[in-house]
C-alpha cells in the first residue's frame, strides 16, 4: 500500500491469533464507508498485510461492483408484475418510507415496486451519501483495491451471489419488521455512522458491538442472520485456511469482530490466543 502516507495511523480494532505450529491470523475490523480521518493505517496493519500470504475478504468486492451483478440485483430486486410493497407493510409505516424515499430522491411509484431488502440497500446507500461518508473510503474496500490490482492472493468467505441470496432470504413475514428498522437507520442515519466512526478511529471494541447489537434491536432475528450464523460458517473456513499453514490478514465488517458470538471469541474457544494490536 504505497500510495498512502506512512505514520503512526489507525487501525486500533486489530487482532493476532496464533495458535502453537501454525502461522498467526491477524483480523482487522472495517467499515464499509469511510472518510479520510480514518487513514493512513496502522503501521501494524500494513506489517501484517505486506508479511502475510493470504489476504481475506468477506466477498470478491470486484464482481459485486460490475455491472453484470448490479444488474442482476435490480432484477431480483424487483416484485412480480402485479405486486407492491405497500401491500407488505402497515400503512403508517408505507407513509414513513415514501417520506424518506422522496427526500432522497426517489417516488413513492419507484419504490412500491421494489422487495424490502432492495428498497433499504438503495435508501440507505443514499442517506449515506448524505452523511458525506463514502463507501470508497471503507477499509475494506481500500485493502481490498491495492491486494486486487498488486496480485495478491485473495480469499473470499462467501460469494457476491451467496449474500444476494441471503438479503432475498428476508421473506414476506419479515417485511414490516425490516422496514421499520431501516426507517429507524435512516432517522439516526447522521448520527449512528458518526458514533460509528468515532468509535472506529478510537479503538472502542466493547462499545462498538453495543451500538451495533442497539441497531438490530427492532429486528432480532436479522441479527443472528446477518451476523451470528455467517460467524459460525467462518470460523470454520479460517480454522481449515490456518490448519493448511496459511498466514492471514482478514479484513471484515466490524460488527463480525465484536459483540456476542463474534469470531475472534469463538476462534479463542478453539485455543487460539488472542492479543489485540
Same mark, same amino acid.
Given at each position: 500500500?504505497?500510495?498512502?502516507?506512512?505514520?503512526?495511523?489507525?487501525?486500533?480494532?486489530?487482532?493476532?491469533?496464533?495458535?502453537?505450529?501454525?502461522?498467526?491470523?491477524?483480523?482487522?475490523?472495517?467499515?464499509?464507508?469511510?472518510?479520510?480521518?480514518?487513514?493512513?493505517?496502522?503501521?501494524?496493519?500494513?506489517?501484517?498485510?505486506?508479511?502475510?500470504?493470504?489476504?481475506?475478504?468477506?466477498?470478491?468486492?470486484?464482481?459485486?461492483?460490475?455491472?453484470?451483478?448490479?444488474?442482476?440485483?435490480?432484477?431480483?430486486?424487483?416484485?412480480?408484475?402485479?405486486?407492491?410493497?405497500?401491500?407488505?407493510?402497515?400503512?403508517?409505516?408505507?407513509?414513513?418510507?415514501?417520506?424518506?424515499?422522496?427526500?432522497?430522491?426517489?417516488?413513492?411509484?419507484?419504490?412500491?415496486?421494489?422487495?424490502?431488502?432492495?428498497?433499504?440497500?438503495?435508501?440507505?446507500?443514499?442517506? %449515506?451519501? +448524505?452523511?458525506? /461518508?463514502?463507501?470508497?473510503?471503507?477499509?475494506?474496500?481500500?485493502? &481490498?483495491? *491495492?491486494?486486487?490490482?498488486? @496480485?495478491?492472493?485473495?480469499?473470499?468467505?462467501?460469494?457476491?451471489?451467496?449474500?444476494?441470496?441471503?438479503?432475498?432470504?428476508?421473506?414476506?413475514?419479515?417485511?414490516?419488521?425490516?422496514?421499520?428498522?431501516?426507517?429507524?437507520?435512516?432517522?439516526?442515519?447522521?448520527?449512528?455512522?458518526?458514533?460509528?466512526?468515532?468509535?472506529?478511529?478510537?479503538?472502542?471494541?466493547?462499545?462498538?458491538?453495543?451500538?451495533?447489537?442497539?441497531?438490530?434491536?427492532?429486528?432480532?432475528? %436479522?441479527? +443472528?442472520?446477518? /451476523?451470528?450464523?455467517?460467524?459460525?460458517?467462518?470460523?470454520?473456513? &479460517?480454522? *481449515?485456511?490456518?490448519?493448511? @499453514?496459511?498466514?492471514?490478514?482478514?479484513?471484515?465488517?466490524?460488527?463480525?469482530?465484536?459483540?456476542?458470538?463474534?469470531?475472534?471469541?469463538?476462534?479463542?474457544?478453539?485455543?487460539?490466543?488472542?492479543?489485540?494490536?
Amino acid at each position: 500500500m504505497t500510495d498512502q502516507p506512512q505514520g503512526k495511523g489507525k487501525g486500533q480494532l486489530f487482532w493476532r491469533l496464533e495458535r502453537m505450529a501454525r502461522p498467526p491470523m491477524y483480523f482487522l475490523g472495517a467499515l464499509h464507508f469511510g472518510s479520510a480521518e480514518m487513514y493512513p493505517l496502522s503501521e501494524s496493519v500494513l506489517a501484517a498485510y505486506r508479511n502475510c500470504d493470504t489476504l481475506v475478504f468477506e466477498t470478491d468486492l470486484a464482481k459485486v461492483a460490475s455491472a453484470e451483478f448490479h444488474n442482476r440485483m435490480d432484477k431480483d430486486g424487483h416484485l412480480e408484475e402485479n405486486d407492491h410493497l405497500r401491500n407488505h407493510v402497515k400503512a403508517e409505516t408505507w407513509q414513513a418510507l415514501v417520506s424518506h424515499a422522496v427526500r432522497l430522491g426517489y417516488t413513492a411509484e419507484y419504490i412500491d415496486r421494489l422487495r424490502s431488502w432492495y428498497c433499504g440497500t438503495l435508501l440507505t446507500s443514499a442517506a %449515506l451519501r +448524505e452523511t458525506g /461518508l463514502s463507501s470508497h473510503l471503507g477499509v475494506d474496500g481500500f485493502i &481490498f483495491q *491495492q491486494a486486487y490490482y498488486s @496480485g495478491r492472493r485473495l480469499f473470499f468467505l462467501e460469494t457476491p451471489e451467496h449474500q444476494l441470496e441471503l438479503l432475498e432470504t428476508i421473506n414476506a413475514n419479515e417485511d414490516e419488521s425490516f422496514i421499520q428498522n431501516i426507517i429507524a437507520e435512516l432517522d439516526n442515519m447522521p448520527v449512528f455512522t458518526r458514533q460509528m466512526l468515532e468509535l472506529w478511529l478510537s479503538g472502542d471494541a466493547e462499545a462498538l458491538g453495543e451500538l451495533i447489537s442497539k441497531g438490530f434491536s427492532e429486528c432480532q432475528p %436479522l441479527q +443472528e442472520r446477518i /451476523l451470528r450464523e455467517r460467524n459460525r460458517l467462518w470460523l470454520e473456513k &479460517f480454522k *481449515q485456511l490456518n490448519e493448511a @499453514g496459511n498466514s492471514i490478514l482478514a479484513v471484515v465488517g466490524t460488527g463480525h469482530l465484536v459483540g456476542h458470538g463474534n469470531v475472534i471469541s469463538m476462534l479463542a474457544t478453539h485455543g487460539y490466543i488472542v492479543t489485540r494490536l
